[in-house]
């Protein structure tokens, strides 16, 4: 290997092994070195015990991830070129995949689109970050202004740019908990923080100041537009709404009746407006409820007056020690559900979760069929939008489940 600037870390071979299969990370407990000093956030070269090179990547010795590798291509100089072409080339993806959607989609991916911890959402005219290891946080100052001219290139004029960067995960990485708008030349830094998007047809109010997560969740754009398929003249319940999205798009796509529930008052309130927004009042009702209760009760009271239930709940496990609970309770609701659904109604159920992996999740779908007494005909098998790339060889890249099946 040629002479290269940069520190050298080296890895045992199970880290190895999983470099060569195309994962990204390498963890504190499976190095050693650097052979001279580096400070955090700094690039160094992972190499074999051979020393056969691996890549290069973003040292911080902070976070369990020790190395979070960038390139594995020796010609690599991470200089203000290397960064615009892989922004580019991220844009360019998404220009192919999203189509006419590119306006709201998500542009960069994480460690999907080779930006390790990086996120960044467009709605419309606004940016949205979110940041959540050192190293992107170490280079955002490049790529801020070359996301906002090479968008412009597109014909998308930026209006502001907001950083979401509460995360508690930042404090692992040494990083403070903090959010703001970014101040680049020609952006705004004085907004209200809302903005109005049309997604499937559907406009709704993002709220990325105090929204969840960048403010809406783009990655079930086509799981909606596929639920609404099946929503012409049914009676509708859509549990965890957050800001109606799945109401919406069973209610435009002809549903006779759609009820929206979730525990959150701030939801319930934004899922009406949105509502309106699209004039469609009349047809959603949003209610504050927790939908494990009103499953109950709706059971209890033998009632049972929607032909069409939407189950998508938040994460119910961010690690793998809270799996087993997870799967109790993404059991219990899709049995509640599979039980007050007639004979031939409609089921859409899914997990946002990477620990709830697929097979998991199709375990547990099977047990609470057979629990309820019911048979599932599958109609769709998803995934989630392809601006969220899955990247074989990083499995957490692959996180939505997606299903829609009748009830037989």
């Avoid at 020393?51 to 902070?62: V, Y």
Wanted: contains cysteine; glycine residues 8%.
């Amino acid at each position: 290997m040629a002479e290269r600037p940069y520190p050298i870390i080296t890895v045992n071979e199970k880290a190895a092994r999983a470099l060569r299969a195309g994962h990204p990370w390498v963890y504190g407990a499976e190095t050693t070195g650097p052979d001279r000093p580096a400070r955090n956030g700094d690039i160094v070269d992972v190499v074999t015990q051979k020393g056969r090179w691996l890549g290069a990547g973003f040292l911080n010795d902070h976070s369990k991830i020790r190395v979070r590798l960038l390139s594995r291509n020796t010609n690599d100089r991470f200089d203000e070129n290397f960064w615009r072409r892989r922004v580019q080339y991220a844009l360019e993806y998404r220009r192919t995949v999203m189509g006419p959607d590119f306006n709201t989609s998500r542009l960069i991916f994480g460690e999907a689109d080779q930006f390790p911890g990086l996120t960044v959402d467009l709605f419309g005219d606004i940016l949205v970050t979110e940041v959540l290891s050192l190293g992107m946080e170490t280079v955002k100052h490049i790529l801020y202004p070359q996301l906002v001219d090479l968008l412009a290139g597109y014909g998308v004029k930026v209006r502001a740019l907001y950083e979401r960067n509460e995360a508690a995960l930042r404090a692992k990485e040494g990083l403070p908990q903090e959010k703001g708008f970014y101040a680049l030349p020609g952006l705004a830094t004085d907004l209200d923080g809302h903005v109005t998007i049309t997604e499937n047809g559907v406009q709704y109010d993002v709220d990325y100041i105090d929204g969840q997560k960048t403010g809406f969740f783009l990655d079930q754009k086509y799981n909606r537009r596929a639920a609404a398929s099946l929503a012409k003249g049914r009676r509708v319940l859509d549990c965890f709404t957050h800001t109606g999205a799945f109401a919406l798009n069973c209610a435009l796509g002809g549903a006779e009746q759609v009820t929206a529930v979730d525990i959150s008052k701030d939801a319930v309130e934004l899922t009406r407006r949105n509502a309106a927004l699209n004039g469609l009042e009349d047809k959603v009702q949003a209610v504050q409820a927790d939908v494990f209760d009103l499953l109950t009760d709706l059971a209890k009271e033998k009632k049972h007056p929607y032909d069409y239930i939407i189950l998508d709940p938040p994460a119910f496990t961010k690690s793998g020690a809270t799996v087993k609970n997870a799967y109790r309770g993404y059991k219990e609701i899709n049995l509640k559900a599979m039980k007050l659904l007639p004979r031939g109604g409609y089921l859409a159920t899914c997990s946002c979760s990477h620990f709830m992996t697929a097979p998991l999740f199709c375990q547990m779908l099977r047990e609470a069929a057979a629990d309820a007494s019911v048979s599932l005909r599958q109609i769709e098998d998803r995934r989630q939008s392809p601006d969220h790339p899955i990247l074989w060889g990083v499995p957490e890249t692959e996180y939505l489940k997606f299903y829609l099946f009748q009830i037989v």
